[in-house]
């Protein structure tokens, strides 16, 4: 049975590592889930946990399997993209 993340700190830092390896902006990402940068923001520092529609907005934009931002344990790659 897979472990999921226990804190909004620790899926924050999830998604951030993800944008910043993609090369994305903070702002071209919340342009595309169509909330403010603030929003976002509070999203990768933990201070606000993303609805689930949103987690499944940020894996097709950044186009992950969901499992990414919510499982405890880093996926492979392959389980990844």
């Known amino acids: ?4 993340l226990q804190t ?17 902006s903070q702002e071209s990402v919340a342009r595309e889930l169509k909330i ?19 987690l499944i907005q940020l894996a ?6 969901l499992l990414y931002f919510v499982s405890e344990e880093r996926p492979s790659d392959d389980e990844i993209f």
């Open 1 to 4: 049975m897979p472990k999921y």
């Open 8 to 24: 909004n700190e620790e899926l924050g830092k999830r998604i951030r590592s993800i944008r910043e390896y993609l090369g994305r």
């Open 60 to 65: 097709k934009i950044f186009d992950l399997n």
């Open 36 to 54: 403010d940068r603030a929003t976002y923001i509070h999203y990768e520092t933990g201070k606000t946990e993303p609805k689930v529609m949103t």
